[in-house]
């Protein structure tokens, strides 16, 4: 299996930023990681970031018949754009919401997402093994 890892806004920054809730290693090594954890169980990742909500969502269209899934943090986007969530919705290609921290256990406006509707799924709260715990769904 092919799947797509992406990350939105702020997520960088990861290792960098706010420690004590997203772990001090980087984004890049996370990414390393879960290569190297697809590829462990046969399968294959690509990781990609961006800031822009429109890249994003390009990234979500060009998935169509490409990957057979979709791993997502879309980081605070997640709260509010209706233009990814739309973009998830207009392709085929099953996505899973991930985030690392327990959003519920934190500030009120992370509580709600508007992405959760029309994903496959979600995995929160396990730091980088959110991402590892949403790939596993695609194959297991
Ligand atoms: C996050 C949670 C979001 O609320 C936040 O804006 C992020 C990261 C997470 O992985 O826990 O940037 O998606």
């Known amino acids: ?25 980087t984004l890049e090594e996370i990414c390393a990681e879960l290569k190297a954890f697809a590829e462990k169980h046969g399968h294959a990742a690509e990781c990609r970031q961006s800031d822009l909500e429109g890249e994003l969502c390009s990234w979500i269209h060009g998935a169509e018949g490409k990957f ?15 233009a990814i969530r739309d973009a998830i919705a207009s392709v085929s290609v099953p996505v899973v919401e991930v985030h690392m921290s327990n959003v519920h256990a934190r500030e009120e406006f992370r509580k709600k997402s508007v992405l959760t509707e029309v994903c496959k799924g979600e995995i929160l709260g396990f730091g980088k093994n959110s991402y590892k715990l949403a790939m596993e769904s695609f194959w297991l």
């Open 1 to 25: 299996m092919k799947i797509l890892v992406l990350n939105g806004v702020n997520l960088a920054l990861t290792g960098k930023r706010e420690q004590g809730v997203y772990g001090s290693e």
């Open 68 to 82: 057979d899934g979709i791993v997502l943090n879309a980081g605070a986007f997640t709260h509010y754009s209706y």
